[in-house]
């Protein structure tokens, strides 16, 4: 074990054995990564990985957590820089994609039926993330309404629901299939129908004045 892993704190190693587990889901499947496959990948003995999370069931929900932060940072990044209510949603759909695209594990971790069956609080964490996540798409539509970007019946909440529905949608699609073609090119494939159904006229990708 070299100096520089001795140096690190508490913190920085759960960080570091908590990277090691995304990589690995998204490399083997949560299923089969092993506590050892994690000391292994981060260098230190499977003993030091129970100092720092006491059963492999926390070290999943550390994982979600981590999912969430890091998803949840790069969607509101993406949502301030928007023009008005519909491009931040635009913004926020191409974000969460290409945070997806960048982290194979995601779907694998977050739609793990296994994963949430053994760890109802793992369960109970990705039902929060979900309906964070659609009260900000919510209040971007209730924004768009207020603007008359979108039509005035729209039902904000079900706006929402398909917004995270095709998100969803097209991470399990190429999950499965293997596609190679990015989610990018796919959400650019699939955007335009959800502002279609909207009610907008905008198209996806347009410049505003």
Known sequence: ???HRQRLS??????????????????????????QDMANAVGITQGAIFRHFPTKDMI???????????????????????????DSLE?????????????????????TDQLLKKNPKIKELIRSILADYEAKVAGLITQAKSQNLVRPDLDEHGAAIMFTGIIQGLVIRVSIIGARKSLIAEGKLAFPIFLHGIGSARMCGAKQD
């Not at 999943?60 to 519909?86: C, E, I, Y």
């Not at 290409?98 to 779907?107: M, Q, S, Y």
């Open 10 to 35: 508490a913190e920085e190693r759960q960080e570091e054995i908590i990277k090691a587990a995304v990589e690995l889901a998204g490399e083997q499947g949560v299923d089969d990564v092993t506590t």
């Open 60 to 86: 999943w929900l550390a994982v979600v957590h981590w999912v969430r932060g890091r998803l949840m940072s790069v969607v509101d990044t993406a949502a301030d820089q928007g023009s008005d209510p519909l």
């Open 1 to 3: 074990m070299n100096e």
């Open 91 to 111: 913004k926020m759909f191409f974000a969460h994609l290409g945070f997806v695209d960048k982290v194979p594990a995601i779907p694998k971790l977050i739609f």
